[in-house]
């Protein structure tokens, strides 16, 4: 029962992936760099160590996987992926592959699939999703690669992801970095929603003065409506936490200093690449950046004072803020497709829109129930933005007000909701046949001779700025 497989790094995603793989009945072979690490994760394999070869070095590793080798690498994306695929690469042979499934920047992803091509082994780079337990029992896999790649890796893949009503959460989505492109407006895309929930978070305990039991009600409730997700399930049970030092909630104890690994700050970096707008995604980094600035908040606030928050009593509720928080998805969930649909014209991926909302529904962070309305949306209504697409567009009609109510009474009282705000500025311009860009491209004509379009259609010689004819 010698393995074709093998994965390096038993890091937390790592051991998890293995002992996954194992369960599905694979036998692979696993290495990491300290040792001690492999003896611990075998002691802690039970039944499932049989189907596990350890190995103390690289090269024995690589002589316990049968050609052709299969060989994950789970180790910290960036340079650590370099110097891994340099130490393998004396040590592989024709067919073999290398599978990168770390959270690559797509742009390395690339370049490896570039530098490989004069090689003798294959890489390709996936993404995965869903933490610890996601890997350990069915994560969401968004893969990158050729046909060839999939035809030989994804039986595996979908036998060891999550399912949702039987179907695999596991899909190719198109060649070279298509995979970690996808997995990183995932993750983009959860900045979002983590953002939003914690807005309406703060308008319970700021303004509407609900202790931390109260805010873990209203979200128990919302998980049982058209809100259902893990990021909204796993928000009630952290606000019904206790702290087991003081007895009190968990969440009063816990420093507003939010961190971040890069991947939604990439996302909000190549919207701009593609000139494509993602102002929720933008404002969620924006807000976790600002968030690390607890000194300067501080000082903010003895300098200009604290705003009130409070609200006036019976100005918001929580059916409105239920609403204002659909309405807030929908928004940052169309413009997160959108992203991904301008990528694939640009590079040519023909990403797979409906397959990638159906792989998301389960196994991974942003799992919800909307999305399996999202796949069929998209499959629908393809190359329709969401928001234009049944139901969603009624969705907006129903709750669009009470994005605005929200954000509105919100700001009006200084409690601060930067990605609501900022879904509502898009939708509110996405309704608006004519905007004042029309002023943007006088200015730019006047100071620039950039020329313009003409609403009558006629030619359209440079405005009457007088110096700027000289231009
Ligand atoms: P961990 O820090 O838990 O594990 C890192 C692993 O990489 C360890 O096995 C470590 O070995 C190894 N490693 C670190 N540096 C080197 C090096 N220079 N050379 C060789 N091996 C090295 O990380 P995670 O398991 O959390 O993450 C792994 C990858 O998965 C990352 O790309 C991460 O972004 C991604 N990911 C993580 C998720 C999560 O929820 N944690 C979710 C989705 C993706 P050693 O024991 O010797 O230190």
Redesign the pocket.
């Known amino acids: 029962n010698a393995p074709h497989l093998g994965l390096?790094?038993?890091?937390?995603?790592?051991?998890a992936l293995a002992l996954n793989i194992a369960e599905k009945g694979n036998a692979i072979a696993v290495f990491?760099?300290?040792g001690s690490?492999t003896d611990a994760f075998m002691a802690s394999a039970g039944a499932l160590a049989g189907r596990l070869t350890p190995a103390r070095t690289l090269e024995e590793f690589v002589a316990a996987i049968t050609p052709p080798r299969s060989i994950i690498l789970?180790?910290?994306?960036g340079p650590?992926v370099d110097?891994?695929i340099a130490r393998l690469r004396p040590l592989l042979g024709p067919g073999d592959l290398v599978i990168d499934?770390?959270?690559?920047n797509y742009t390395d992803t690339e370049r490896r699939v570039r530098d490989c091509a004069g090689e003798a082994f294959d890489f390709m780079g996936i993404g995965?999703?869903?933490?610890?337990d996601?890997?350990r029992h069915g994560?969401s896999i968004m893969a990158g690669g050729d046909a060839a790649h999939w035809q030989r890796m994804g039986p595996l893949l979908e036998a060891i992801s999550a399912k949702y009503n039987d179907e695999p959460c596991a899909a190719l989505m198109g060649p070279g970095g298509a995979g970690h492109f996808v997995k990183m407006v995932h993750n983009g895309i959860e900045y979002a929603d983590m953002q939003m929930i914690a807005e309406t978070y703060s308008v319970m305990r700021d303004g509407m003065g609900f202790a931390a039991d109260a805010v873990a009600d209203t979200f128990e409730a919302w998980n049982r409506g058209p809100l259902a997700s893990y990021l909204i399930e796993i928000s009630g049970k952290v606000a019904r936490a206790a702290d087991p030092i003081t007895g009190g909630p968990m969440l009063d104890v816990i420093l507003d200093k939010a961190g971040q690994?890069g991947t939604g700050r990439w996302t909000v970096i190549e919207a701009q690449h593609l000139a494509v707008a993602i102002p929720v995604i933008e404002a969620a980094v924006g807000a976790r950046n600002l968030s690390a600035r607890l000194d300067d908040r501080q000082k903010g606030a003895r300098v200009f004072g604290a705003m009130p928050q409070s609200l006036p009593t019976g100005s918001l509720d929580t059916a409105t803020l239920e609403q204002a928080l659909i309405a807030g998805k929908i928004l940052c969930y169309a413009q997160g497709f959108e992203m991904l649909a301008r990528a694939s014209a640009q590079f040519s991926w023909d990403l797979p829109m409906p397959a990638i909302a159906r792989i998301w529904r389960n196994g991974c962070i942003i799992r919800s129930e909307m999305l399996n309305d999202m796949a069929r949306a998209l499959a629908e209504a393809p190359g329709e933005n969401l928001i234009f697409a049944s139901p969603f567009t009624a969705m907006l009609r129903e709750s669009a007000a009470a994005l605005r109510k929200t954000v509105t009474t919100a700001t009006a009282a200084g409690i601060a909701v930067p990605a609501l705000a900022a879904g509502l500025s898009w939708f509110d311009t996405m309704r608006t046949p004519r905007t004042p860009a029309n002023m943007i491209q006088a200015q730019r004509d006047f100071f620039g001779a950039h020329g313009y379009e003409r609403i009558d259609g006629k030619d359209a010689p440079h405005g009457p700025w007088g110096h700027a004819a000289a231009h």
């Open positions: 390096i790094g038993l890091g937390t995603m790592g051991a990491n760099r300290t690490v789970m180790v910290p994306a650590v110097d891994q499934a770390g959270n690559a995965v999703s869903g933490g610890e996601g890997a994560p690994k």
